[in-house]
Structure formats: structure tokens, C-alpha cells
């Protein structure tokens, strides 16, 4: 498959017919949508020129109506959905945590496998021990494994560095793994992860230093524009995290949080700095539910996580039936998330929580995006990125009723075919 980083297309190419095609346009950004909500066009075609979709329309009368354009005509049955988004996973890492999966099924506790060289320190401590060479090449490998599912693109965390050096050759890897992979990587800086074990001062000092010394070279390099924490007991209080978090939004980056995934908090933090996303929302009550749904910040389900964990759901019904924007994310990670696979997880998380082939649809394109600050994708319209996918049948249900077990057949990035399971 391709490796190559796509930015233009000149040639101005015609692409169908699709049996069905889903713009995802019309759709609000909050709140619940019904699958009646959706427009479908049938026999449709798309035509995209210099990566942007220049129309859209019946295949036939684009065809007759279409002066010098290459004519890229589909056998059989394909249904046609917006690229897929991923905002929230943390594929840059070292090492494996499948002991930590094993004991934690046998019944051990988080506590327990940390005491046994476990958790979240076991991937700082193999993240370190990686070259950034060896980073940047794991993170092509899994992210071009997203994009063949369908993933065109993928948000990546810094956050099992845990020092400014250690951050910098992770958000460097992302970078470098940027340029090599055909999918889109929005890097986000989580030096805020945990305090590390090696680091003998007190919480605020080791977010004052990130923020003074790294956040500055986060702008001066353009690394992340993105900055995340964990609020959570075992990471950083609300209280902890909020200089540190005025530090970033004073210098004009995003914000982000991890957020009430075992305790209530962040979600109120994220509130209050007018956060893109709070991610998790597990253990979120209907306090923390009706505040994020007056927001503007973006509620994101990571199912990978509940899976993983063998914990409950975000509440997804709830938060939408509540008006709330729900975005859905893998939360890719080699520790409580390692499935990665965003489609089925997606559609198991609509089993559970009863949404709509719309409300999953949605949360994993334009609302996904939303959570990135990306208004140009997610959606099937004119003037934007000519991200989409294609799946072998004719009935865009399938795709949800096989829970992730009908993959994408072609992707198309920026209007170029960067994967195709034919060839």
C-alpha cells in the first residue's frame, strides 16, 4: 500500500459509480440524529480535482456532463462513506503490555500489575529505551493499518516520555512518521500523562517545567499545536492541572483532557477551558453529562478503553439524547486499548448504547473531526477534502451490522487511491 504523503492531485478524475453514497451533510454537530436524517444518493459519483471534491451527483449525468476528466469507473457494489477519523489514540510507543492484559483478566489489580512492573510506566520505560527511528517506524506500521480500515485520519499522543527530551523524540517520530504515511497524523502533546516515577520533585514543578521549557518548543517547531492531560487521582487533580493548562491556552494551543475515566473532574476542567474534546467520560454522571452537553466541547467514547479494561461504557445515549456532540475514538494504546480497531469498536459501542447507524456514523467522521478542530473532512461535500472510503456491498447497514468484520475495500486520500484490496 502506499507510504507516501499525498498533498495534490492535478489531474481531475471521476470516481463511481458508488450504489450508495453518504455525504454525512445535514447532520448537526450536537445531539441525537436519526438514521432518516441521512442523505443517501444511489448510483453516485464523486469528482475530486487538485484533492478537494469538486462534485458530487448521479454517476451517469456527471459522466455526460464531464470534459477532460479521468473516468474512474467501479465494478460491482461499493457504498461510499467520509474517511474516517481517529481523534484519540496514542500509537507512538515501545514495547508491549500483553502480561498486563493477561493479569489484569486473571483478576489482578491495576495496583497489583504496577507493583508487578506493570501499567503505564512499563511503556515510558520501553518508549525511552526505543530510538526515534525505531518509534517513527512503529507508528507508520499502525497507522497505515488504521488507513486500511478506513482511518484517513489519525490524532497521536506524545505522553510515554515523561521528560522534555524523551517528549520531544516521540512528537519528533510523529512528525517524521507524518511525512512517510498517506493518512493525515495531528500530533497532541500529553506530557501531562502521569508524573514520572524518576522525577523527585512535586506534581506543579514537573508541569511548571513542561510548560516552560517545552511548550515553547512545541511553537518554535511546530510540533503539536495540541496540548492534554490526565485528570484523574491517579495523575493530576483539577487543581494541579489548571496553571498548567492556562499556561497552554495563554500561548494559543488547544486543549484537550482525558477525562472522568474513574473519577468525576475533568470534565469540568474541560468546561472551563473551553476544551476541543474531553475523552473517556466512562465514569461520568448526569452532572458531568448536562455540562458537557451545554458546552462546546466535544464528548468522546473510547470503546477500545471500556473493552480493554472490562469496564462500562461511556454514556453515549445519555449524552446525546442530553445535546451533546459525541465523537467516537479508538484510544489505540498498548496498554488498556490494544484492539485499535475503530469501526468495530464503534459499532459494539452502538449495540450497548443504542445509537443510531447515524449516531455511530457521525461520531467516527464530521463529529470525530470536530474534536480535532478540522472542518474540512468528515463530510461528503463540495469544496472539501476528498477523503472516503468504499465498502464491497450495497447496502450501507452492512457496515455497522458486521461490527467491524466488513472492512473497507478502497480508500482514497485527498482523491488519490492509497489503498485498494484488489491490487
Not at 129 to 138: I, M, P, V, Y
Request: aromatic fraction near 6%.
Amino acid at each position: 500500500m502506499k507510504t507516501i504523503k499525498i498533498f495534490m492531485m492535478n489531474t481531475t478524475t471521476l470516481i463511481g459509480p458508488f450504489r450508495q453514497l453518504l455525504t454525512m451533510t445535514r447532520l448537526p454537530l450536537k445531539g441525537a440524529v436519526s438514521d432518516d436524517d441521512l442523505q443517501v444518493i444511489t448510483e453516485a459519483g464523486i469528482i475530486v480535482s487538485n484533492g478537494k471534491i469538486e462534485a458530487i451527483g448521479k454517476f451517469i449525468d456527471l459522466k455526460a456532463s464531464a470534459d477532460n476528466v479521468v473516468i474512474h469507473e467501479l465494478k460491482g457494489d461499493h457504498v461510499c462513506l467520509p474517511g474516517f477519523v481517529d481523534s484519540h489514540t496514542h500509537i507512538c510507543f515501545g514495547g508491549s503490555r500483553a502480561n498486563d492484559y493477561a493479569m489484569r483478566n486473571a483478576g489482578k489489580s491495576y495496583l497489583e500489575i504496577a507493583k508487578a512492573g506493570g501499567g503505564i510506566w512499563d511503556t515510558v520505560t520501553q518508549t525511552r529505551k526505543a530510538s526515534q527511528e525505531a518509534l517513527e517506524k512503529h507508528t507508520v506500521k499502525l497507522a497505515n493499518r488504521h488507513l486500511k480500515n478506513g482511518v484517513t485520519t489519525i490524532e497521536v499522543k506524545s505522553g510515554y516520555g515523561l521528560s522534555v527530551a524523551e517528549e520531544l523524540k516521540m512528537l519528533n517520530a510523529i512528525k517524521g512518521a507524518n511525512e512517510k504515511v498517506a493518512a493525515d497524523l495531528i500530533s497532541t502533546c500529553l506530557a501531562a500523562h502521569m508524573l514520572p516515577k524518576d522525577y523527585t520533585g512535586t506534581h506543579a514543578a514537573y508541569l511548571t517545567e513542561i510548560a516552560t521549557v517545552l511548550f515553547p518548543i512545541l511553537k518554535e517547531e511546530q510540533l503539536s499545536h495540541r496540548i492534554d492531560a490526565f485528570v484523574e487521582e491517579s495523575a493530576f487533580s483539577a487543581a494541579q492541572i489548571t496553571p498548567y493548562f492556562q499556561k497552554a491556552k495563554d500561548m494559543g494551543f488547544d486543549i484537550t483532557v482525558h477525562a472522568d475515566q474513574f473519577s468525576t473532574s475533568g470534565s469540568q476542567v474541560a468546561v472551563n477551558f473551553n476544551a476541543i474534546s474531553a475523552d473517556h467520560l466512562e465514569a461520568s454522571t448526569e452532572q458531568e453529562i448536562a455540562l458537557l452537553a451545554k458546552s462546546d466541547v466535544v464528548a468522546t467514547a473510547l470503546p477500545g478503553a471500556s473493552l480493554g479494561l472490562g469496564c462500562g461504557f461511556t454514556p453515549a445515549r445519555k449524552l446525546l439524547d442530553a445535546g451533546g456532540a459525541l465523537a467516537i475514538a479508538s484510544d489505540h494504546n498498548p496498554g488498556s486499548a490494544p484492539m485499535g480497531d475503530l469501526l468495530t469498536q464503534a459499532a459494539i459501542l452502538g449495540t450497548f448504547e443504542k445509537l443510531s447507524n447515524a449516531e455511530v456514523l457521525a461520531g467516527i467522521t464530521f463529529r470525530a473531526a470536530a474534536a480535532l478542530k478540522l472542518e474540512d473532512r468528515g463530510r461528503i461535500d463540495v469544496g472539501l477534502s476528498a477523503d472516503f472510503i468504499g465498502f464491497h456491498t450495497n447496502n450501507y447497514q452492512d457496515i455497522l451490522y458486521y461490527q467491524g468484520n466488513l472492512k473497507p475495500c478502497m480508500v482514497w486520500k485527498n482523491g488519490r487511491l492509497v489503498f485498494d484490496k484488489h491490487h
